[in-house]
């Protein structure tokens, strides 16, 4: 009102307005006349990070449009209250671990209750894979005494064939005048599977349709996890970390839809079969996966961080082994480029290799006798994966944090020589994977 | 059991020099820049240790990723 | 006020409170706000708050103070040497320093948990212990 | 407000109908005029509204160490968080500077390091007025509630307003404790309650040029009255006569300036307000006056 009348007097020369002005004004001034305490701003107590999120594989593979949110509700003396929220959907096709033929393929669905028949020369496909995920976080943050930091938290997260409950905490305690900080971890984990039709029995042949006999219900796996670590700061512009971690699985560590081809001992082509008269059923023969029932994993992790006049070089390594034989190396480089006070370009690139699981296997061999496990996952294979990509952000004018990142996700893989058997040699065997990774997140306080 | 003794010991090295490192208390300004948090955007660290766990044979490493869902 | 030294004898016959702080340092935004309460209650107690600015540019500590305005004395201290003559470990550190020029109370950080004892420790320094009762 | 500390006590004296209690503050004889039936209910409300005054005096002093106005005029170019009584002030001394195209300047109190309004002809040189003139100007400041700063040779002084803060104020307070009709006069600038019970309405004597003698008499019912131009205060040069009314923009005093002028308005502070800057407006006073709402009397 004041200011508007200010306006009018100003640009209207009119200075009927200025006693009006001032009234409103004297109101302003007397109307809290007496004198209050100094009360100086309060922080604001949530910080909440969402974005949106699209990860899309082509040739019809893996879709998943997905959203999160991480808020944090600051309480003073560094006590944190930290929720998470994600929702994912899933939909498209996942490798079914058969191999290709030149001949057309059928094979009984997932769910045991259909078939489908895949064209020569293609790669056989699950494409029942649909799914919506949702995963909930919770966790506290309280310091205790002057050096240490206390956390704990639950994780939850369900899907339609899954259940994941966890448990975890974690201390830290600096030294050396908060330049080192050591931290120890642990989680635990029980994850549910309840695939439709049931658990196959592992090795049990793909069955006809309405044929349950090899479904087992339902199974479950342990996870604990351990992690150590220490943090150093190096210099005003550097700072490091160094990570070891530990995790054991137990139980059904399967992929339940998963199936090898058994093939010819000469020519490596899938066994044919012939179901029962008037019965729909697997046109060649096929058997579910069987992984160990346990792994244990050990991944040493380091990470540095460095400042350059405004520009951050975000660089890490971790190297991975576990009893299942699987050896892999990641390098993650992060270039973050100021372009003025409020914007920012952060170029990325990832490098990833793997060797094969020691039961990882192209085919089985008719005739030949079973190995203890055998799996066909792609993601158990011997394959090299690059990441690149950039991230623009910039803050709004509310002082908000927004960005937009694109990303392309490769993996290109091959089969050891040692797996592949007659007319296999002939054909690609190794499913290549590239994925469109594009994020939009928003960051803000209230 | 090796490569956990291996770990062990550089942990143990990392420690011994901690010491003659680091900086002065009112020589935290670059380090106390969002952009210089060892996890300053964890909600794409979050994703990412998503897809990479659904995608790839390892997980986590930083902390406790990854995980939970039946996509591997 | 904004010289780059104090001189503590100067102020021999009041208790200073003493805090060094730096605009990055996230605690320092909710000591900044009990400073000035604890200024406006005990300033004419014969309290003064001398609060050591230890940015390496002083624009920033202005841009601090625009956000969170300080009711008491800014000193900068540039190269920090008054933050080692004092061996500061934590920031924010602050210093209580009796009437004789004789520090009675050091706290490393800043909790609003603790801040009745930051305030315990000055009202004694002050002698001002029977109010309390 | 005076650098003299006047001692802090009250006097009541009877009248025909109520009460008339008196003390001095900010530099200034005050009054309550109250229709209350017994002495020590008199007695009372005067000490409320002396406690006001004064508080308002000891606050806003700008001869006072320690206060809020000394500890922003000390400052030197540092920024100084005030309260919110203070922060109401400044906000309102920001829009009267808007709305007075910066002719009322709450900065403009070091121009009388070099004008002397003792009826001397002591005229300052331009280049001394240059000089004085270089430390004024309420935007050179920056003020962002709760927070100001000044550059640091600049000092702000509420004087101008504070009288008539002080009066408005002590009448919230007199209202807030009691019905009894009442008159509050800081030094002129005046309030009432509300209508008296026992007359029509309060008769107010506006001074003339002669030193104590009132030749207006104005009726008040509601509301207040304040006079800014000071009989007493002015430079003769030539012929010349100076008002002490200085203008912040040429550091010079406005030229043809009524003696004084006298508003009527809802509150103290409005008429103050309107009075002072229609002495700024100097020889078109009377034609900013008219534009105006409000009741006035100018005289010339």
């Known amino acids: 009102m004041a200011v508007v009348a200010i306006e009018m007097a100003r640009t209207r020369k009119n200075e009927q307005f200025i006693s009006v002005a001032l009234a409103t004004a004297t109101c302003t001034l007397l109307g809290s006349g007496l004198p209050t305490p100094v009360d100086a701003q309060e922080e604001p107590s949530w910080n909440i990070n969402t974005a949106a999120f ?4 082509d040739g019809g593979r893996v879709q998943d449009f997905s959203i999160k949110a991480i808020a944090e509700r600051m309480f003073v003396d560094d006590r944190v209250l930290t929720l998470g929220l994600a929702i994912d959907a899933l939909t498209g096709a996942t490798p079914s671990g058969a191999i290709r033929l030149d001949v057309p393929q059928t094979l009984t669905q997932p769910s045991g209750n259909a078939t489908k028949t895949v064209p020569a020369g293609e ?55 908060r330049n080192t900080t050591l931290s120890a971890g642990i989680a635990i984990a029980r994850d549910q599977i309840d695939p439709e039709g049931g658990i196959p029995t592992p090795f049990s042949s793909m069955l006809d349709v309405g044929d349950l006999s090899n479904r ?78 346990e792994r244990t994993k050990h991944s ?18 971790r190297y991975m082994t576990d009893d299942w034989n699987i050896d892999s190396h990641t390098v993650n480089l992060r270039y973050r480029w100021p372009l003025g006070a409020s914007k920012f370009l952060e170029p990325h690139l990832r490098l990833y290799s793997q060797n094969e699981a020691e039961f990882y296997r192209l085919s089985l061999v008719d005739g030949a006798a079973l190995p203890a496990h055998a799996s066909t996952d792609y993601r158990l294979g011997n394959f090299d994966a690059i990441t ?25 893989g091959s089969v050891p020589a040692n797996l592949i058997i007659g007319n296999q040699a002939g054909r690609n065997n190794y499913p290549d994977l590239n994925a469109l990774i594009v994020q939009f997140s928003y960051r803000f306080s209230r | 059991m090796k490569s956990t003794t291996i770990i062990t010991a550089t942990l143990l090295l990392t420690c011994s020099g901690c010491a003659s490192l680091g900086v002065e208390p009112w020589e935290r300004d670059v380090l106390a820049k969002d952009e210089m948090q060892l996890n300053a955007d964890p909600v794409e660290a979050a994703i990412d240790d998503h897809i990479y766990f659904s995608k790839e044979a390892s997980s986590g490493g930083r902390g406790f990723g990854g995980g939970g869902c039946g996509c591997n | 006020m904004a010289d780059s030294s104090v001189n503590l004898i100067e102020l021999r016959g009041n208790v200073v409170l003493l805090d060094f702080w730096a605009s990055w340092c996230v605690p320092c935004r909710r000591s900044f706000p009990w400073m000035n309460a604890i200024h406006h209650k005990y300033a004419d107690r014969g309290l003064v708050i001398i609060a050591v600015n230890l940015d390496r540019n002083s624009a920033d500590a202005k841009r601090f103070l625009e956000r969170y305005p300080a009711a008491f004395r800014i000193v900068y201290d540039p190269d920090a040497n008054l933050a080692k003559e004092f061996g500061i470990e934590v920031m924010p550190s602050s210093f209580i320093i009796g009437k004789d020029g004789q520090s009675t109370a050091r706290h490393a950080g800043f909790k609003v948990k603790r801040q009745d004892e930051y305030e315990a420790a000055i009202v004694a320094a002050l002698g001002l212990e029977s109010l309390l009762e | 407000m005076s650098s003299r500390s006047p001692p802090r006590d009250i006097s009541i004296r009877s009248l025909q109908q109520g009460w008339l209690g008196r003390f001095q503050a900010m530099g200034s004889p005050c009054e309550l005029l109250c229709e209350s039936r017994t002495r020590s209910a008199a007695r009372q409300l005067t000490n409320l509204v002396a406690a006001e005054a ?24 540092e920024p100084v968080l005030v309260d919110d009584e203070t922060a109401n002030l400044l906000d309102f001394a920001d829009t009267l500077y808007e709305l007075s195209n910066a002719s009322f300047d709450i900065t403009s109190g070091v121009m009388r390091q070099v004008w002397n309004f003792d009826g001397s002809d002591t005229l300052p040189s331009q280049e001394q007025v240059s000089r004085v003139l270089a430390r004024v100007g309420w935007r050179k400041g920056r003020w962002v509630r709760p927070t100001l700063r000044l550059p640091a040779d600049m000092e702000i002084d509420l004087g101008g307003l504070g009288k008539e803060y002080a009066v408005d104020s002590a009448v919230l307070i007199l209202r807030g404790h009691t019905d009894t009709p009442c008159l509050v006069n800081f030094g002129g600038d005046l309030a009432v309650t509300g209508p008296p019970q026992q007359r029509a309405a309060w008769s107010v ?53 009524p003696n004084s002028v006298t508003v009527a308005a809802d509150t103290c502070t409005q008429a103050g307000m309107i009075s002072t800057l229609a002495m700024l407006r100097g020889a078109d006073a009377e034609i900013f006056l008219d534009d105006q709402a409000e009741q006035y009397w100018c005289r010339r």
């Open chain 1, 216 to 293: 087992l219900g339902t199974d479950s796996k342990d996870i604990l996890d351990v992690v150590v670590g220490v943090s150093q700061v190096v210099s005003r512009n550097l700072v490091v970390q160094a990570n070891y971690s530990y995790s054991y699985s137990d139980g059904y560590l399967n992929d339940p839809y998963r199936i090898l081809s058994i093939g010819d001992s000469v020519s490596g082509d899938t066994i044919p079969r012939t179901p029962p008269p008037g019965v729909e059923g697997p046109s060649h023969e096929y058997i579910f996966e069987s992984r160990p029932v």
């Open chain 4, 205 to 257: 004597g506006v001074e003339g040029v002669a030193e104590g003698r009132a030749d207006r008499m104005i009726e008040l019912r509601a509301g207040a009255l304040a006079t800014s131009g000071d009989a007493r205060r002015f430079l003769l040069k030539e012929g010349n006569r100076y008002s002490h009314i200085l203008d912040p923009r040429t550091g010079w005093p406005v030229a043809d300036a």
């Open chain 4, 54 to 77: 004064w508080r308002v005096e000891d606050k806003f002093s700008r001869y006072l160490s320690g206060n809020v106005i000394d500890r922003i005029n000390s400052a030197q170019g």
């Open chain 1, 123 to 177: 790669y056989p496909l699950d494409d029942t894979f649909r799914d919506i995920r949702v995963a909930l976080t919770v966790n506290w943050q309280q310091p205790f005494g002057d050096t240490n930091l206390f956390n704990v938290g639950a994780s939850l997260s369900k899907e339609y064939d899954y259940l994941h409950v966890g448990l975890n905490a974690k201390v830290a305690r600096n030294f050396n005048k």
């Open chain 1, 388 to 412: 690149l990509g950039a991230k623009y952000g910039w803050k709004t004018r509310s002082d908000n944090d927004m960005s937009i990142r694109v990303e392309w996700y490769q993996q290109s």
């Open chain 1, 54 to 57: 699209y990860y899309g594989e």
């Open chain 1, 300 to 317: 040493f992790y380091t990470q540095a961080k460095y400042y350059m006049n405004g520009k951050v070089l975000d660089a890490s390594y």
